[in-house]
């Protein structure tokens, strides 16, 4: 696969699981994005909700639809989406992270930090989608290896997504949607914009420590470490696409990127 072939990396905002629902600007963006990249021949997915000790990649045939949330109406969790696993693409995934031990899981599955997007990019869940987990052990230069590692799944047809939300402080959310953006998650979000069109990867692993912002902004680093493989994925000439940039509820950051989008998504 040459160049001109090469699929795209996402990192994509998912907030709320009710995305899955609704018909909203985001999914909009979403669907869009599925209409208009190159048809993938599968999907690497690395969701903020899959956290393991150690790395894992699903290998099942047919991985379950996760619903791994509460509190939420009886349709979201009457929702299936029934992709395939592709076990020869998570065989892949381990040998391009050798020496990096992964292991290949049999009982995870989709949760819905890929379906509730992926159920807008493809509806007709007919591209093979393999998760991989999130090691919480490692630091933020770990992440961004493995994205790099994985770089050459690009051009063999795969599509990278990391799911996630840049900022992310749950116990800050304003559940009646009458609060803006607070001041701190604006801050974290116009550096974190900054550092990604600029490509600055040594700010991007910095930037879950040091300040009371990021403190506010990444309480925890789940959310944010999809971003990182993403990243460590992106070739250096290829242009950056910024899109859903918004703050909801106060402290969810719809903030995603695209690396090598076609021409035509730069409006998302």
């Known amino acids: 696969m040459n160049p001109l072939q090469r699929m795209p990396a996402l990192f994509i905002g998912h907030g709320s699981p009710m995305n899955a ?5 985001f999914t909009q963006s979403w669907q869009r994005l599925g209409q208009q990249i190159p048809r993938p021949k599968a999907i690497l997915a690395i969701s903020a909700h899959w956290t393991t000790s150690g790395t894992a990649v699903t290998a099942m045939t047919t991985p379950a639809t996760i619903h791994d949330f509460g509190g939420f109406p009886q349709a979201l969790f009457d929702m299936h989406y029934p992709a ?3 076990p020869v693409l998570a065989a892949r995934v381990c040998a391009l992270l050798a020496p ?3 292991q290949m899981d049999q009982s995870w599955g ?3 930090g890929s379906w509730s997007v992926l159920c ?3 509806p007709a869940a007919d591209v093979p989608v393999v998760q991989l987990s999130i090691d ?5 230069a770990f992440h961004l290896d493995l994205g790099r590692r994985l770089a050459t799944l690009r051009e063999e047809g795969v599509l990278i997504i990391g799911s996630g939300n840049i900022v992310h402080n749950l116990r800050a959310i304003s559940w009646d949607g009458t609060t ?3 001041d701190w998650a604006q801050r974290f979000n116009r550096s974190m914009r900054d550092f990604l069109l600029a490509d600055d990867r040594v700010q991007l692993c910095n930037a879950m420590t040091g300040s009371a912002d990021a403190r506010l902004a990444v309480p925890t680093t789940e959310h944010f470490l999809p971003l990182l493989y993403v990243v460590g994925s992106k070739q250096a000439s290829e242009t950056i696409t910024l899109f859903n940039d918004q703050i909801e509820l106060g402290s969810i950051g719809m903030l995603s ?3 090598g989008l076609p021409a035509q998504s730069m409006n998302l």
């Open 136 to 140: 919480l052990m490692q630091d933020a």
């Open 84 to 86: 395939a696993g592709d």
């Open 100 to 102: 990096t031990p992964v």
């Open 257 to 259: 990127v695209g690396f």
């Open 110 to 112: 989709l949760d819905h």
């Open 21 to 25: 629902l609704q018909d909203n600007q």
């Open 180 to 182: 803006p953006a607070y």
């Open 120 to 122: 807008k990019m493809y």
